[in-house]
């Protein structure tokens, strides 16, 4: 991770910058009103930082267009002044991907908020990209019908900016993640041209740039609306909470569910230290003597549902479960939830500043994994509490720390580090569903060769030859790279570990 | 952790002779898809010494495999852990491989419900047109490691890179799967279809052919026999229904196979109405595929695709022919002329298989 970019005072500028600013201002104010263009620090200061609230830059401008033509006319005003462009959604992003740029726009897409249109025939909604997630199943709730993938922050992120970090949820294993669920998105390239990834129908013709546009954290287009996939909600839901002796125990229960053929709804799993802080926050029934709990959930037809249950309770008690608990209603389902759905706030509780990281790692490595993280808070002095989207093999680990403690922030970003590496090593990647943004570059380098980097910065020019949107993220440089002096590691499997990768 | 693979050597070594002569490729696995796409006039990289499953957990999810892997080794596979690929990828003959598959991109009549090819891409190993490997993606359920290189490679038929090995997600197969005729007209089973997908009912496929609607409803006992009585029709024995959707999948059935017109491949929003069309018709995925044989111009077929905001191509007929996608609008057309310099600036990977200009 690099050094905290703390630059939240109101910059100097010199003669030139301030001149080059002035042309910026002038051009931006012949395609916006002038109340949708900040450009004092004090108005700009709410946008110098997404969630990961350790790195903060204060924007040149920030402009809040509400229509398709001004989000165009300030993209191509961008291209002709050479000026970087940073879209934002609702700033919920834990990787910094929205971190402004010190001599750039920010591009607010907040005021695109309009749904478009719900069609329940063909169970879709149109959504402009500033919508956020929960409102789109709102808005489709009196059709029965829902959109399923339900990041924790749901209430207040975008739908653009699932879409740039390709989002999941809890209910991802058995619904899929944000690219699996969107059909098409519109927007406009950095030369404000209108462009058209996916659409109405399963497929295009041509390359499937649908799915490196989803994921692509701003970097490729800036996206307007959305075409999301709607699914009808399942009649009933009923979710297990079980408690292991172990987290092996817990591990091993959750391959036993797979390999019985079930894919569960939800399949969550977290460690002692965390149930006790989830407990204390939201006071869900959770069994405080657990050394892991289990959820999981199961959806469908009612029949369906009560089968499934009752296959999964036997296969948990089979694997050890210590104690075991079925929801009987919704009411008793979601107490079962809210803990795991505010493990983050919980967190919070624990600490001033918590930093999570989202890494990625086949499942039955997961033992191995805690153990390392274990060792690792002996290492740097700090406490980390876990939350793992076991379905998929996606591990939330919590940092604990004071960002104010300057050391506290490095030792915490040396334990991030540790952990994206040491999940490379286990065969698996160093994101999941929060991106890379500017927090994860320098782990870039050790899950990329030069090659593989140099052949992502030949995609972005391919879209955007001048490097204006969201420069400086995802991809690091290779003298970055060499600066942060980690070489890139093998991962897990491969079958070519003696080629070499440039 | 298997040892390196001789045919790696000879392909990244054909690939930089390739560059160096100006001389292009044609990479070819089974040879199952030559129908498909434009011509390419380029020797021969026979990518099927390249074979083997590297790994193949069940609980993992997740089956990693070298590309010239055939993929009826793959699906046997996976048979016997009990799972499969649930995007049910046409085979079209025996011989086909698995890095073949994934260049195709096409998937079958399970698509509407299970996702495509591409949903079930979660890694590849490549060589690209500089003759350089690079692994993108990996073996894992969720990555956001970078742009997802891996997933772009899904159905770009060879143009961006040699597929080496890929990694593919892969489901329990359904416990119970029963299919349920019912006579319908087209525009009968159009309505019918567009209703269906609002209802919690575990319709794993469907097909409109001849006056017959097909129906396969997939998943737990509970909830096939719910869907059963819910939707109702005479019930296809096990034997014939198996034999039916294979025909349908691999293109066997008359339909496909009989002599005749040019076969089109219409990929519509499936409320797309009722098309009259002169000529033989069949629908698949809610509506959202629809196969017709004819000679009419091409022009008039892409007409009415695009009027009803879909696309059309010209998926097989008795003589090749050079421009069988649906031409891109600006600026797609240039994000993919620039994204094939990216990877291939000598257009040396299968020039003309996808577009004429590359
Ligand atoms: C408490 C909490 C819980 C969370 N839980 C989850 C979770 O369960 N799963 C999960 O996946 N994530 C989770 N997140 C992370 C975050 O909410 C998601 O990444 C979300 O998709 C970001 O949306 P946003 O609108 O806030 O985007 P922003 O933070 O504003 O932007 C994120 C990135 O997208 C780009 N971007 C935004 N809008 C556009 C657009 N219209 N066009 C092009 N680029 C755009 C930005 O440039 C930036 O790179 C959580 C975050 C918090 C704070």
Redesign the pocket.
């Known amino acids: 991770m690099p050094a905290p970019l703390v630059d939240a005072s109101a910059p100097t500028r010199s003669a030139g910058s301030e001149a080059r600013r002035r042309e910026l201002l002038g051009a931006l104010a012949r395609v916006l009103s002038g109340e949708a263009i900040l450009a004092d620090s004090e108005a700009t200061a709410p946008f110098e930082c ?2 990961l609230s350790a790195y903060r830059v204060r924007p040149l401008v920030v402009v809040l267009p509400r229509t398709d033509e001004e989000v165009a006319g300030v993209l191509a005003a961008c291209r002709a002044l050479g000026t970087p462009v ?9 990787s910094g ?2 971190l402004p740029h010190a001599e750039g726009v920010t591009l607010s ?1 907040a005021r695109l908020n309009r749904i478009l249109a719900v069609d329940p025939v063909a169970c879709t909604a149109t959504v402009q ?2 919508v956020r997630n929960l409102a789109i199943s709102d808005a489709a709730a009196p059709h029965g019908l829902y959109y399923a993938p339900d ?3 749901q209430l ?3 739908i ?6 390709n ?4 209910h991802c294993l058995k619904y899929g993640l944000t690219l699996h669920n969107v059909l098409g998105v519109r ?1 406009y390239t950095i030369d404000g041209e209108r462009i058209e990834f996916g659409g109405q129908a399963l497929d295009t013709p041509g390359l499937d740039l649908l799915s490196i546009v989803v994921g692509s ?2 970097m490729l ?4 609306e959305v075409t999301v996939r709607l699914l009808p909600r399942p009649e009933v839901a009923r979710c297990i909470l079980a408690s292991f002796a172990t987290v092996e125990a817990a591990g091993r229960a959750v391959a036993e569910v797979i390999a019985a053929g079930i894919i569960p709804a939800g399949l969550e799993l977290m460690d002692r230290p965390m149930v006790g802080a989830a407990e204390r926050f939201v006071h869900a029934g959770y069994d405080l003597d657990a050394a892991a709990i289990l959820l999981c959930e199961s959806d469908g037809t009612a029949t369906e549902v009560d089968a499934e249950i009752a296959r999964i309770t036997k296969l948990l008690t089979d694997c050890g479960a210590t104690r075991i608990e079925a929801s009987r209603d919704e009411a008793e389902r979601l107490r079962f939830w809210s803990g795991r759905k505010n493990a ?2 919980a967190s919070g509780q624990l600490s001033p500043d918590y930093m999570c990281m989202d890494s990625t790692i086949p499942r039955r490595r997961l033992a191995e994994m805690l153990r390392a993280i274990e060792g690792m808070q002996a290492r740097y002095g700090l406490t980390c509490v876990n939350v793992f989207h076991a379905g998929d093999g996606n591990l939330h680990p919590l940092i604990l720390f004071n960002a104010n403690d300057a050391d506290e922030l490095r030792r915490c970003e040396a334990f991030g580090a540790d952990i994206l590496e040491t999940s490379v090593r286990l065969g698996g990647t160093i994101s999941g ?3 890379v ?1 500017i927090e994860k570059l320098n782990s870039m380098c050790v899950q990329f060769s030069p090659a593989e980097r140099e052949q992502m910065f030949r995609i972005k020019r391919a879209f955007d030859p001048a490097e204006l949107l ?1 420069p400086g ?1 995802v991809i690091p440089t290779l003298h970055r790279c060499a600066e942060y002096g980690k070489m890139h590691v093998h991962r897990g499997v491969s079958a070519f570990p003696d080629l070499p990768r440039f | 952790m298997p040892a390196p693979h001789p045919h790696l050597d000879f392909l990244s070594e054909a690939i930089a002779t390739a560059r160096a002569a100006r001389r292009p490729v044609a990479i070819r696995g089974g040879g199952t898809k030559d129908f498909y796409g434009g011509p390419v006039a380029g020797d021969t990289l026979d990518v099927r010494p390249l074979s083997g499953i590297t790994s193949y957990e069940p609980t993992e999810l997740v089956i990693t495999a070298l590309a010239g892997t055939p993929l009826a080794e793959v699906e046997s596979v996976l048979a016997g852990g009990g799972q499969h690929l649930a995007f049910e990828p046409p085979r079209y003959g025996a011989g086909g491989t698995v890095g073949g598959m994934v260049a195709a991109g096409l998937s079958g009549p399970a698509r509407a419900r299970a996702g495509c090819v591409r949903d079930h891409v979660l890694g590849v190993t490549l060589i690209n047109g500089r003759g350089e490997f690079g692994t993108f993606g990996g073996q894992v359920m969720k990555n956001v490691a970078g742009y997802d290189v891996s997933r772009l490679l899904a159905g770009s038929l060879g143009v961006l890179g040699v597929l080496c090995e890929v990694s593919l997600k892969v489901v329990p197969r359904p416990v119970a799967s029963v299919t349920l005729v019912r006579s319908f007209d087209e525009s009968g089973a159009l309505s019918l279809l567009n209703t269906l997908h609002r209802r919690p009912l575990p319709l794993g496929a469907s097909a409109w052919y001849d006056g017959g609607l097909y129906l396969r409803l997939e998943g737990s006992e509970p909830a096939v026999a719910a869907g059963c009585a819910a939707l109702g029709g005479d019930r296809l024995d096990d034997t014939q229904a198996a034999a039916w959707w294979a025909g349908l999948r691999d293109q066997t059935q008359p339909f496909f196979a009989a002599p005749g017109p040019d076969l089109w491949r219409l990929s519509l929003p499936p409320t797309a109405p009722a098309i009259p069309l002169a000529g033989g018709q069949l629908i698949e995925w809610g509506g959202a595929l629809r196969w017709w044989r004819t000679d009419a111009p091409a022009e008039d077929v892409r007409r009415r695709a695009t009027v009803l905001g879909g696309h059309a191509t010209r998926f097989r007929g008795a003589r090749p022919v050079r421009d069988p996608f649906t031409p891109l609008p600006e600026p797609l057309r240039r994000v993919h002329r620039e994204l094939k310099k990216a990877f291939d600036p000598d257009h040396i990977l299968n020039p003309g298989r996808l577009y004429p200009e590359f």
Not at chain 1, 86 to 94: C, D, F, K, S
């Open positions: 997404d969630a940073v879209a934002r959604g609702a700033g919920t992003g834990l991907g929205a897409l990209a500033g990041p924790s922050s207040a992120c975008s653009g900016g699932n879409v740039a970090e989002s999941g949820g809890v927007g954290e701003g287009a800036v996206v307007t983050f706030a569903e929060h991106g943004g969201n993220k």
